[in-house]
């Protein structure tokens, strides 16, 4: 099979599993279902903040200014409070994945992510962790709806989506753990939100 061949159906398999896990995790997550957000992690890589930071500064190029400017962004935004560097993070890996998402994009996905976190807290502190869920979900979904993956990009798409997709695994696996020991025992959660750094 000729390389040309091959990153287009590895891209195809890329976009497929995103379109089956991505709505599953985001109702599991709307639900606070921590049985499929389990699972759903356990299908995943699980990659924290500065393992990705690492991987992007090496693969994805432009990378570090990108990220420098999104920081600035997320600083100011009153929806980042508190997780300013993760959602830079995350915005910044999607915008080195392709020219058509925007920083604009990225705000207005935490934005709506931000209104949907307020709309269901289960346990103490899981704000933060809910926004940066929705946020990774609300920007793969981009890729997979919108047309937003177009050649040149495609050779950075593996390698953006697997960053993501291991902060996700990450993220709804300390979720489902901070269900369900915010429903046994408060003080664990703390912990948890630290493994995420």
Same mark, same amino acid.
């Given at each position: 099979? $000729?390389?040309?061949t091959e990153e287009i159906l590895m891209e195809a398999k890329i976009i $497929?599993?995103?379109k089956k896990i991505v709505p599953t995790a985001k109702n599991a997550v709307m639900k606070g279902d921590a049985k499929?957000? #389990?699972r759903i992690s356990k299908s995943l890589p699980k990659k924290d903040v500065r393992t990705i930071e690492k991987e992007a500064l090496k693969k994805l190029p432009g990378f570090r200014e990108k990220y420098k400017n999104m920081q600035r962004m997320m600083i100011r935004n009153p929806n980042a409070k508190g997780i #300013?560097?993760?959602a830079a @993070?995350?915005?910044a890996v999607a915008i080195s994945m392709s020219d058509n998402v925007t920083p604009d994009m990225i705000v207005m996905k935490l934005s709506d992510a931000a209104k949907n976190a307020q709309k269901m807290v289960f346990f103490p502190g899981d704000v933060a !962790?809910? +926004?940066l869920i929705l946020l990774i979900i609300g920007v793969l979904l981009i890729y997979v709806t919108s047309g937003a993956v177009i050649l040149p990009a495609v050779q950075y798409l593996f390698t953006g989506m697997s960053m993501l997709l291991g902060l996700l695994g +990450? @993220?709804? $696996?300390?979720?489902?753990k901070m !269900? +369900?020991?915010?429903?046994e025992e408060l003080p664990g959660v703390i912990d948890i939100f630290k493994d995420l750094f």
């Open positions: 099979m $000729d390389p040309i $497929d599993a995103i499929t957000m #389990e #300013e560097n993760p @993070l995350i915005g !962790i809910l +926004k +990450k @993220l709804l $696996d300390m979720a489902a !269900i +369900k020991s915010g429903r």
